[in-house]
């Protein structure tokens, strides 16, 4: 059976946020039975420091995060972090679930490309420059419009970033980034890059979106883009519309070049006050309707199989192009 992959997932938020509120054992008594049910195999695990950490708290706020991991993983025998795709197939081949571990923008790092060396010894292989504004490595890609200066792509700091992650054997992640960026990094690249958690800008305006040109350009470095379930990303927001994204992909970029990065952050909700939650926008953190955990997942390969599909295809979009990705870029 096929090795089912989910490129993106806030799940650290949820294991920090309950962790720090006294709960235990929480990937044993949530996330274990949520991916047994949808069948999810393995999950890029998103490091992320929301605006309120920013500057001064992101680097503590992204090592808690790992640290909660890292006591998770101590109550849970059927969970591993895994750094190399041999581990990755070990740990399934295990039974247990296979946890890598990404950094949803770099605000962690500063400026300070040292610390770079300390994340790859902590388990991290998959680096997002940027999450939606402006750090010292390059500009993101706003969910809302805003004022702002001139934008720009990769700083000085940031083509050393790229530089050094891409010799160190670490995936980039560009999901994220402005359209500046990304080329920049399209450019520099001399390994498969990826869009973990990314739709079709041609099916729904979002800048969240890639072009068509953006994912043939992802697929002609060998890397793919990951299938997105937020709502504001898809128009109409439901699961037949948003199958129509992945439709789109496949045809521009190929069936080799397309993955799951299915975003689910539904359960952040439980962390934010009343106050914090009335100033969000409506919807925020809810997937399209008909895929809105993981218990759904198996829906996607039913619907691939329904529009024609075929079973080894289906295969490689569930997880097998993620998970030759790993295999050519993650080296320790």
């Known amino acids: 059976m096929a090795i089912v992959v989910d490129a993106h997932s806030d799940i650290l938020s ?6 720090s509120a006294g709960q235990t054992g929480i990937l044993n008594a949530t996330w274990i039975p949520a991916m047994d049910a949808g069948g999810i195999d393995a999950r890029i695990l998103a490091i992320y420091s ?24 101590e109550e849970t025998p059927r969970a591993a972090l895994c750094t190399t795709h041999a581990q990755i197939l070990a740990a399934v081949g295990e039974g247990k679930k296979a946890f890598i571990l990404g950094m949803e923008g770099a605000e962690p790092l ?6 770079l060396s300390i994340f790859h010894q902590l388990g991290v292989r998959v680096l997002g420059i940027t999450h939606a504004l402006r750090n010292y490595a390059a500009d993101g890609a706003f969910f809302e419009p805003k004022r702002t200066g001139r934008v720009g792509g990769l700083s000085d700091f940031g083509v050393a970033l790229v530089e050094k992650a891409q010799a160190m054997g670490m995936i980039i992640d560009v999901s994220h980034l ?19 958690h990314s739709n ?17 350009a992802v697929a002609d470095t060998g890397g793919f883009i990951g299938l997105n379930s937020i709502n504001r990303f898809v128009e109409p927001p439901d699961l037949p519309h948003l199958m129509d994204h992945l439709d789109r992909m496949v045809k521009i970029a190929g069936p080799e070049h397309v993955g799951l990065g ?35 997942v198996p829906k996607i390969p039913r619907i691939l199989a329904e529009r024609g599909y075929p079973p080894g295809t289906i295969d490689l979009i569930m997880g097998g192009n ?11």
């Not at 359209?179 to 869009?195: H, M, R």
């Not at 975003?263 to 909700?269: G, S």
């Open 14 to 19: 949820d294991i920090l946020g309950r962790r």
């Open 50 to 73: 929301g605006v309120v950490y920013l500057p001064e708290l992101a680097l503590r706020r992204a090592l808690d995060q790992i640290a909660a991991l890292q006591a998770e993983l």
């Open 110 to 115: 500063g400026a300070d490309l040292g610390l």
């Open 178 to 196: 402005n359209e500046p960026g990304f080329w920049d990094v399209v450019k520099l690249s001399t390994a498969p890059i990826i869009a973990s």
């Open 200 to 216: 079709c800008r041609a099916l729904a305006d979002h800048p969240r979106n890639l072009t068509d040109e953006q994912i043939k």
């Open 262 to 296: 299915l975003d689910f952050c539904h359960y952040l909700l439980d962390h934010k006050s009343p106050v914090e939650r009335s100033g969000m926008r409506q919807g925020a953190y809810l997937s399209v309707d008909g895929l809105e955990s993981d218990r759904e």
């Open 322 to 332: 993620c998970l030759r990705v790993f295999k050519d870029v993650l080296t320790s």
